[in-house]
T-cell receptor
Framework: TQLLEQSPQFLSIQEGENLTVYCNSS?????LQWYRQEPGEGPVLLVT?????EVKKLKRLTFQFGDARKDSSLHITAAQPGDTGLYLC????????????FGKGTLLTVNP | NAGVTQTPKFQVLKTGQSMTLQCAQD?????MYWYRQDPGMGLRLIYY???????DKGEVPNGYNVSRLNKREFSLRLESAAPSQTSVYFC????????????FGPGTRLTVT
């Protein structure tokens, strides 16, 4: 069974601060996705990283896939209240594994 | 283009009652999924359908059944609801399996008393 551990579980910061959220596993994934979920809604994809060492930027969000494809991080610069939500990482296995394995998520609150 | 739709949005059941959660997608996706989300547990896969005509068990299938009615629709049935099935249920779809982005519905909040 492939497991993804996310840390921290909860994070409460002030507007303008920087933060990093981590997603770690002992398993290798063929790709890793990051989703954001707002209260009362389903998750929405932010980014997919595929290559070990890959870095992707989405405005103030920077995503990195570890060289060994076992871990990933999400860094937010100058957080805003609109960044508040549950951030979920999800790994796709290789070969015949058709499913995504989700981490338990990091609940981020950005206070104005 | 509605994406993924789920009905109902809210439901309260008594222990032992049955119900079917409906899901439909209009994106011509091949794969569809049912998840449950509980506090501190993340999203757990109940069943999935990699393509029309196929269904497979996920991580927590006990107490549930599914039907891939056609390419658009994937329903989840609780035959005899239990309080442990109180949860928020999400349906999702993707173009294919694995690496493809999953599109989620708005969820069904189910309470079993």
């Amino acid at each position: 069974t492939q497991l993804l551990e996310q840390s921290p579980q909860f994070l409460s910061i002030q507007e303008g601060e920087n933060l990093t959220v981590y997603c770690n596993s002992s398993s290798v994934f063929s790709s890793l996705q990051w989703y954001r979920q707002e209260p009362g809604e389903g998750p929405v994809l932010l980014v997919t990283v595929v290559t070990g060492g890959e870095v992707k930027k989405l405005k103030r969000l920077t995503f990195q896939f570890g060289d060994a494809r076992k871990d990933s991080s999400l860094h937010i610069t100058a957080a805003q209240p609109g960044d508040t939500g549950l951030y979920l990482c999800a790994g796709a296995g290789g070969g015949s594994n058709y499913k995504l394995t989700f981490g338990k998520g990091t609940l981020l609150t950005v206070n104005p | 283009n509605a994406g993924v739709t789920q009905t109902p949005k809210f439901q309260v059941l008594k222990t032992g009652q049955s119900m079917t959660l409906q899901c439909a997608q209009d994106m011509n996706h091949n794969s569809m999924y049912w998840y449950r989300q509980d506090p501190g547990m993340g999203l757990r896969l109940i069943y999935y359908s990699a393509s029309e005509g196929t269904t497979d068990k996920g991580e927590v299938p006990n107490g549930y059944n599914v039907s891939r009615l056609n390419k658009r629709e994937f329903s989840l049935r609780l035959e005899s609801a239990a309080p442990s099935q109180t949860s928020v249920y999400f349906c999702a779809s993707s173009r294919g399996s694995g690496v493809y982005e999953q599109y989620f519905g708005p969820g069904t909040r189910l309470t079993v008393t």
